[in-house]
């Protein structure tokens, strides 16, 4: 965030003397405020070393590595393998006699492994970026006190994270699991939801972002034009790839027809980008938009398949694993471990570009983002594929932050220093429905008992495959209702649109 460092302080002053060379500056700041333990910004080692990185990114770096740390110590718990090597105890970890009769009697304590320790590790994650999501709503200014809360406190948050696991693993099991389990299942489709509007969204700016640059210029069209061939290409040799692999001639009707449906909404929605009477409603609309949202079916379905059970025919005498990747076709197909690793790899990748985009939009749109991101238009192209960095709010809204007239010739307007960079609540937000997702994910969603690592992604069951199934029919819904739903009704013209300004300097820590 440019200009939004206005906090000074001992740490500040050292990195200044450090990268200024100026060996005269003697500065002793406290341990607490160095080592992140205090109020002040954990920025001093981010602008010593990477100086284009400010407290913003930086925080947004930590949170999404303790969400890292976090979903790996869940995977670790729930992989059986894992349990059986390091601690020895085949049907999990126990809580120890001594606490377990001080905590509950003569009750049946809680495993500290499988799914129930996915579960309370989980709430613990979930409940500690829901109370910053409460604390940090109506935030705008990073110079504020409750900023800091976002900013600082480093040391302070770990002891409180692992304060709500600790909390969480006190819980008997017929208290957590029936009642935390909806509200996960609740959690996890609404991020379900959240990533599509995203996946759409970021395909439509991106559409009318470089369309804006085509019209002006042919070498925009060019890039537009390649970008579309690139995407329909990767649809199309993961259509192959996934009929190759993941279809048997003995079997697997259903990956047959479910191949077959996808690839008929892919051409449906290619044919429908470039209709007339779409166009008249939506001169933007084009084929990049409707690759790229091809390709997210597409990984949708290689999602979903690889998530179903695997079916089991008699060919030649020899019972045969089907409908999963294996060496060859007529030899028993064994589940992939590379397969499993990089579907999970994808799925992680898209809920951090989820909690970092939707983070970005709210602060930069407002609460409504997710109506008027659709209705954004770009004044000039840009290699950004989204959004604009800033806009500027219009005379009235945010009250306190409408600066006057006469300050537009400054050379240094103050407004920009008062904004942040993405909405700290709304990631905070996003976080918390992150975790619930991970958590279903991890233990099959709705057949959490007995959920092991090795079983969820080589295995799979048929409650994740369906989730993944109607998550890929939502995506074409949702793209249907943008492209048709102008023709219900004229889009009314704003006389005076606002303004928006284009930077590119933004980092995006989500990949």
């Known amino acids: 965030m440019v200009g939004g460092k206005a906090i000074g302080g001992p740490s500040t002053s050292l990195c200044l003397a450090q990268r200024s060379g100026v060996s005269s500056v003697t500065v002793n700041p ?17 602008h010593c070393r990477w100086s284009p990185l400010t407290e913003s990114p930086c925080s947004r770096l930590f949170y999404i590595c303790l969400h890292i740390g976090a979903s790996a110590v869940c995977c670790l718990l729930l992989s059986r393998t894992v349990v059986e090597r390091v601690w020895g105890k085949a049907h999990g970890i126990q809580m120890p006699s001594g606490v377990c009769a001080h905590l509950f009697g003569n009750s049946h304590c809680p ?14 994650t979930a409940t500690f970026h829901l ?9 705008h200014s990073p110079t504020s006190l409750r900023a800091q809360l976002h900013n600082s406190f480093w040391l302070l948050k770990m002891l409180f994270l692992l304060g709500f696991c600790a909390v969480a ?5 017929e208290h957590l699991f029936p009642a935390w389990h909806y509200i996960g299942v609740c959690g996890g489709f609404t991020f379900i939801l959240l990533q599509l509007v995203l996946i ?11 369309q804006t640059g085509a019209a002006q210029d042919c070498r925009w069209f060019l890039a537009m034009l390649l970008a579309t061939l690139g995407f329909y290409s990767m649809a199309a040799v993961a259509a192959v790839l996934l009929f190759r692999h993941y279809t048997h001639p003995a079997g697997c009707l259903l990956n047959k027809m479910l191949l077959s449906l996808h690839l008929c909404f892919c051409g449906l929605l290619s044919f429908l980008s470039i209709t007339p009477c779409i166009h008249l409603k939506q001169p933007r609309s084009g084929l990049l938009q409707a690759s790229i949202i091809s390709c997210y079916i597409m990984y949708l379905t290689f999602s979903a398949l690889s998530s179903r059970p695997p079916e089991t025919v008699i060919l030649q005498g020899q019972n045969h694993t089907l409908c999963l990747p294996g060496l060859s076709k007529m030899e028993p197909q064994t589940p992939d471990t ?32 997710i109506v008027k991101v659709y209705s954004y238009e770009f004044q000039k192209p840009s290699l950004c594929f989204c959004c604009p960095e800033t806009v500027e709010p219009e005379e009235g809204q945010r009250g306190g932050d409408a600066r006057p007239a006469d300050q537009d010739t400054s050379p240094a307007p103050p407004v920009q220093a008062q904004q942040l960079s993405y909405s700290y609540s709304a990631f905070h937000f996003v976080f918390f429905l992150a975790s619930l997702y991970v958590m279903v994910t991890l233990t099959n969603w709705f057949s959490y008992e007995g959920a092991e690592l090795e079983k969820t992604f080589t295995k799979g069951s048929w409650a994740t495959f369906w989730v993944k199934v109607a998550s890929c029919w939502a995506c074409v819904l949702l793209y249907l209702g943008l492209l048709l739903a102008p023709l219900c009704w004229s889009p009314i013209q704003d006389p005076k649109p606002p303004i928006f300004r284009q930077h590119c300097h933004r980092i995006n820590t989500a990949g």
């Open 30 to 46: 406290p341990f607490y405020q160095v080592s992140c333990c205090g109020p002040d910004p954990c920025t001093c080692c981010c």
């Open 111 to 124: 495993v500290l492994s499988g799914s129930g320790a996915v579960y309370r590790i989980c709430a613990g």
């Open 131 to 139: 109370v910053q999501a409460v604390l940090l709503v109506h935030l």
């Open 169 to 173: 693993f006190c819980v008997p099991d």
């Open 200 to 210: 759409t969204a970021f395909a439509h700016s991106w559409n009318k972002n470089w």
């Open 338 to 369: 590379s397969l499993a690793v990089l579907s999970a790899g994808i799925m992680y990748a898209c809920v951090l570009f989820a909690c970092n985009e939707a983070s970005y939009l709210a602060e930069v749109f407002g609460p409504l983002w």
